[in-house]
């Protein structure tokens, strides 16, 4: 079986190769792969090469498939796995293995498992571990977010509280409470709201910064406040580059209260110091975006750790039912992981994107690894489609929700592109 994949040599060393699989052994899974979303922590692994936790020392020689955001559907199942998956199954899967202790996981440290390829191979760790997944919903790319989705639910269940009677702690953001998302206007900020406002401990107000008043715009848009007042949140956008005094104007929203719950979602020194004074009493602060500097450190007050019991944390990756959870939901509409996409592309534009993430303006990129596509802002629709009639189409459909990716617009693609599922 040969596979058309992105293959990563070293430092920024990414090639998108054609190759010859091995035939699967007995407790091994064949899968061709529709679509994988491309993530920061790709483009992190990418800078750090082999320095990097995940990467395999040979991976110079024994180059490993990149993407871990992926979703698909299966081919050919060894025999050990044929009595619970059978092929032409799609699946879901959390790349989070941590299996006996290894970081090994899809996208980081396979040779011939990834997402960004056409097909690939499922190692039997997967399956023990529970984290293949059968996936019954309508679309291949909220499958993909469902990975992405399943770290931001991971962060809100992390998030713990305590009392002065007892040493039980409160897991969860804090019910009724008061939550700030700081950097929050990106794609897994946006995931974040969405989640926030629909969290079973829902909070009384959830605050959003960014300092681009554009990505403020489109968050408006995608996950308004009349939205969140529906269902009984007080949503709040803010740019605090337009502050003279952040945290004072930050602390005037809760009256002085403080955040019970800080979520700090760009890695930088001073949004990490801020969200620490703006923890209220027992306030719990999730260092949730992973920097790329192994010596990144922020000052924090210890003063207030001691006497009104703040406390740190940092989240990466969800586990299965984090994973499960996110698919349920988008499945049952209750979150729209869509909200993260604002360009989509196809195999050939992954390794471009990977290597510029940083530089291009937007949130998610979708890539569908079944064809050739450049990625292309779903805002540029229109404009494609004064000469292309099918790209005329794409933007009718996707005008039509909201401006966002959705699954009608899957299946306009993969017929276009003549990909059987």
Same mark, same amino acid.
């Given at each position: ?8 040599? @070293? ?7 054609? +190759? ?46 990149? @993407?871990?955001?992926?979703?698909? !559907? ?101 019910? @009724? ?45 995608? !996950? ?31 009256? @002085? ?38 010596? &990144? ?93 099918? &790209? ?24 276009? +592109?003549? !990909?059987?599922?």
């Amino acid at each position: 079986m040969k596979t058309k994949a992105v293959r990563m040599y @070293g430092t920024r060393d990414l090639r998108l190769e054609e +190759f010859e699989l091995p035939e699967i052994k007995d407790d091994e899974i064949l899968a061709k792969i529709i679509t994988d979303s491309i993530c920061m922590s790709t483009y992190k692994l990418v800078e750090q090469g082999k320095k990097h936790k995940r990467a395999p020392q040979n991976m110079d020689t024994h180059p490993i498939i990149t @993407g871990h955001e992926f979703a698909g !559907v299966i081919v050919k199942v060894g025999k050990k796995w044929q009595d619970q998956f059978k092929p032409g199954m799609r699946f879901a899967q959390q790349p989070a293995l941590n299996y006996k202790g290894s970081l090994a996981s899809p996208g980081y440290s396979y040779e011939f498992f990834g997402g960004d390829c056409t097909y690939c191979i499922f190692p039997h760790e997967v399956m023990e571990l529970g984290a293949l997944m059968p996936y019954d919903g309508e679309s291949f790319f909220e499958a993909s977010l469902g990975e992405p989705m399943s770290c931001i639910i991971g962060g809100y269940h992390a998030n713990y509280h305590t009392n002065k009677h007892n040493y039980n702690h409160a897991m969860g953001t804090k019910e @009724g409470g008061n939550i700030i998302i700081l950097g929050g206007c990106g794609p897994m900020g946006l995931g974040a709201i969405s989640y926030g406002i629909n969290f079973e401990n829902k909070p009384k107000r959830i605050v959003v910064t960014d300092i681009n008043d554009a990505r403020i715009a489109r968050a408006k848009e995608v !996950v308004s406040p009349e939205y969140a007042a529906q269902h009984g949140v007080e949503l709040i956008y803010v740019n605090t580059s337009n502050m003279d005094t952040a945290y004072d104007d930050l602390m005037k929203i809760t009256d @002085g209260h403080g955040y019970d719950d800080v979520f700090v979602y760009t890695p930088i020194r001073a949004v990490a110091e801020l969200g620490n004074k703006l923890l209220a009493f027992d306030g719990c602060m999730n260092f949730f975006s992973g920097p790329t500097d192994k010596n &990144f450190s922020a000052d924090i007050n210890l003063y207030d750790c001691h006497y009104t019991s703040t406390h740190i944390m940092g989240t990466t990756g969800g586990n299965n039912d984090d994973l499960i959870e996110a698919n349920t939901l988008a499945a049952k509409g209750i979150i729209d992981p869509a909200v993260m996409i604002t360009h989509v592309g196809g195999i050939d534009s992954i390794a471009e994107t990977t290597l510029n993430l940083p530089k291009i303006p937007g949130g998610k990129k979708l890539a569908y690894t079944q064809f050739d596509m450049p990625m292309t802002a779903i805002e540029d629709f229109a404009k494609l489609g004064e000469k292309d009639p099918f &790209f005329l189409e794409l933007d009718k459909c996707c005008k039509a929700h909201k401006g966002l990716w959705n699954a009608e617009a899957e299946k306009m693609i993969l017929k276009h +592109f003549n !990909v059987e599922i």
